[in-house]
């Protein structure tokens, strides 16, 4: 009775198993890292010392092994390609019941290129993925121009493109993160700067670093406000379209009242706050202009 009773209760807990959910069921851990061209594989047969191999996986995913010939492995876990290498031993009648097992011993796409503004640019490997923050830790941070907008290049001849924004709220940049693969290219742009000069209190660049936007009034606050003897009636914007410099007169004064609309910057726009009326005049744009290619860069960090 006791023999029976058991086997019930085997019988009852096969069942359950088998009509619950998925998330019911323990799931095997997955592999983190796929098989690709160029790897080295350490292929073994047990109790067929004569059938091991070291291969390196071609370029058209295969890898060659004694008897079978060529299996494709590329894209499988290592535990997937030993299930496919037992399949083809079986299937020509090879060996009935063999027990293969495949390791990685060499990746060939463990390296991440991070390029761009980042304080060390270059290669770093990888043994397993890790989050986009991670990886631009390894590689130094972020410099003071970088574009906080991301462009991340999945491995692969078909790879995606995905672009990530990094806030400069610490806080949300946990919320924005990405994982990043061996392989994958990082490319870190340059940020988009504006030239406050003149008579404000601390001319100089000022990176677009708040989701690469800035207006005249934000700009001119980051460079300390204008001066007290600054002539804010009219203030110069110099604005290069495609190549082609043009001159604005903006009112500073009525913007920083609310009587005019504050009005957007572009990359490499320049903003001149004038001393007197009579240097405005004698300031041309080409002096403006040469004062801005050796002006400070600032960042708010």
């Known amino acids: 009775m006791a023999g029976l009773a058991l086997k019930i209760v085997c019988c009852c807990v096969a069942a359950w198993l088998a009509l619950a959910p998925a998330g019911a069921q323990q799931s095997a851990p997955t592999e983190s890292l796929l098989i690709g061209p160029g790897d080295l594989l350490h292929v073994s047969v047990l109790s067929e010392s004569e059938l091991e191999r070291r291969a390196r996986v ?16 590329k894209g499988l876990t290592p535990a997937d390609a ?8 079986r299937k020509g009648n090879f060996l009935k019941h063999p027990e293969v097992s495949v390791l990685i011993e060499e990746y060939a796409t463990q390296s991440v290129a991070v390029l761009g503004q980042i304080a060390r640019p270059g290669a770093i490997q990888l043994a397993t993925p890790r989050s986009l923050i991670d990886v631009l830790s390894m590689a130094g941070g972020l410099t003071e121009t970088a574009d906080r907008h991301i462009t991340l290049h999945r491995a692969g001849k078909d790879g995606d493109t995905v ?6 709220n610490a806080a949300q940049d946990l919320h924005a993160d990405v994982m990043v693969y061996p392989g994958d290219t990082v490319i870190v742009p340059k940020a988009g700067i504006i030239y406050v000069l003149g008579d404000v209190g601390r001319p100089g660049g000022y990176v677009m670093q708040n989701d690469s936007k800035m207006t005249v ?3 001119i606050a980051m460079a300390a406000g204008a001066g007290k003897t600054a002539s804010d009636r009219k203030i110069r914007l110099i604005h290069n379209a495609d190549g082609q410099y ?15 609309p504050d009005v957007a910057l572009h990359p490499s726009d320049v903003l ?5 009326f009579a240097k405005n005049v004698a300031m041309g744009s080409t002096s403006i ?13």
């Open 289 to 301: 202009l040469a004062a801005a290619s050796t002006a400070l860069i600032y960042a708010d960090r």
């Open 217 to 219: 009034l934000e700009a």
């Open 163 to 168: 672009q990530v924004y990094l806030p400069n």
């Open 82 to 89: 030993a299930a496919a290498i037992a399949e083809q031993y």
């Open 272 to 276: 001149y706050v004038p001393f007197s």
């Open 58 to 73: 071609r370029d058209s995913g295969d890898v060659a092994l004694p008897l079978i010939g060529n299996v494709s492995v």
């Open 246 to 260: 043009v001159e604005l007169d903006l009112p500073l004064r009525a913007m920083e009242n609310g009587k005019q």
